[in-house]
């Protein structure tokens, strides 16, 4: 068993910031990518930034130079520092992570959801 715990979501002015964070845990043999999406109202799940285990990362166009991922290899956590929000970043965030577990088997895992809005 793998369980992903998120938090750090909230409401939010525009021009402010949120650091969200997505702890693994469990059945953990090695973590791959670590990622943020985000699926807003009406709207299909998109990908926000993703980083691999080398720390290589790669964000969509929209959070460009606002957004930063990284993560503690030490405590199988990621985070996705966000800032300057913008009302268009409203949305409920995801973490993925790819887990290669104890019998060497690996899958990807959702955490459950954490909700951002940005409204004044």
């Known amino acids: 068993q793998v369980q992903l715990v998120e938090s750090g979501g909230g409401l939010v002015q525009p021009g402010g910031s949120l650091r969200l964070s997505c702890a693994a845990s469990?059945?953990?043999?090695?973590?791959?990518?670590m990622g943020w999406y985000r699926q807003a109202p009406e709207k299909e799940r998109e990908s926000v930034a993703t980083?691999?285990?080398?720390?290589?990362?790669n964000y969509a166009d929209s959070v460009k130079g606002r957004f930063t991922i990284s993560r503690d290899n030490a405590k199988n956590t990621v985070y996705l520092q966000m800032n300057t929000l913008k009302p268009e970043d409203t949305a409920l965030y995801f973490c993925n992570v790819e887990i290669t577990n104890l019998a060497l088997r690996g899958r990807s895992y959702w955490g459950q959801g954490t909700q951002v809005t940005v409204s004044s």
């Open positions: 469990g059945n953990i043999f090695n973590i791959n990518a």
């Open positions: 980083i691999t285990s080398g720390g290589s990362t």
